[in-house]
DNA sequence: GTAACGATCCTC
DNA sequence: AGGATCGTTACA
């Protein structure tokens, strides 16, 4: 009997809202050429949820950046920000259907940029399939599921409307 | 070709 | 409070 096993598709399928926090505790595995995989904990996610969220990148328009995220779920979107940040989201929902996680936190690392640079995650890893590479995963942890919503950060410019959304998720 | 803009982080 | 730093995007 396996301790852990990597998270299949079905997971990945359903809404941004339900899959965001159920990813809090869930251990994101990295593991670089030649060496052993390093788990961390996810800490803190955030939902960004289709072409009427004015957050979510999609609400500008269907774009080369932005096609992965009309795939199906469990594809990673990895995207630069402010010339020198890689963000790390995990794509969910059916295809067609364009949402996306970001990962804020993972293993006592705080903030998105941090963590990426930490892990070594860049570009390469943008549409990544996340049930299927061999250098990134995800695996399920027993444990705590609690959590608090709160807005998300840095989002001031979508509007009043999506800005006040609690759609950020933090473990407690 | 040009210009504007960030789902951030660090230093002051 | 402000600067770093550059891919993506829209527009000419």
New binding site residues.
């Given amino acids: 009997m396996k301790l852990t096993t990597r998270i299949e598709k079905p997971f990945f399928r359903r809404d941004v809202l339900e899959l965001a926090p159920a990813l809090l505790g869930m251990q994101l595995v990295v593991a670089g050429p030649g060496r052993e995989p390093v788990r961390y904990a996810i800490s803190e996610t ?1 939902a ?1 949820r289709g072409v009427e969220d004015l ?3 999609v609400s ?2 269907r ?4 096609e992965i ?1 009309y795939s199906e779920g469990g594809v990673l ?1 990895v ?7 890689w ?1 790390l ?1 995990i794509v969910t929902g059916m295809a067609e259907q364009p949402q ?1 996680v ?1 990962i804020r936190g993972v293993g006592g690392i ?6 990426t640079r930490a892990l070594g995650i860049d ?1 390469s890893f943008n549409a990544e399939d996340l049930t299927a590479s061999e250098r990134i995963w995800l695996e399920d942890s027993p444990g705590n599921s609690r959590f608090i919503a709160t807005p ?4 001031d ?1 979508a509007g009043p409307v999506w800005k006040e959304k609690p759609w950020r998720f933090v473990a407690v």
Avoid at 63 to 66: A, D, V
Avoid at 110 to 115: D, E, I, M, T, W
Avoid at 152 to 155: E, P
């Fill in positions: 955030e960004y957050a979510c990148h500008k328009g774009t080369g950046r932005t995220m979107y995207y630069l920000i402010y010339g020198m940040h963000m989201n996306a970001l705080s903030g998105p940029g941090r963590l570009k998300r950060i840095g989002v410019y």
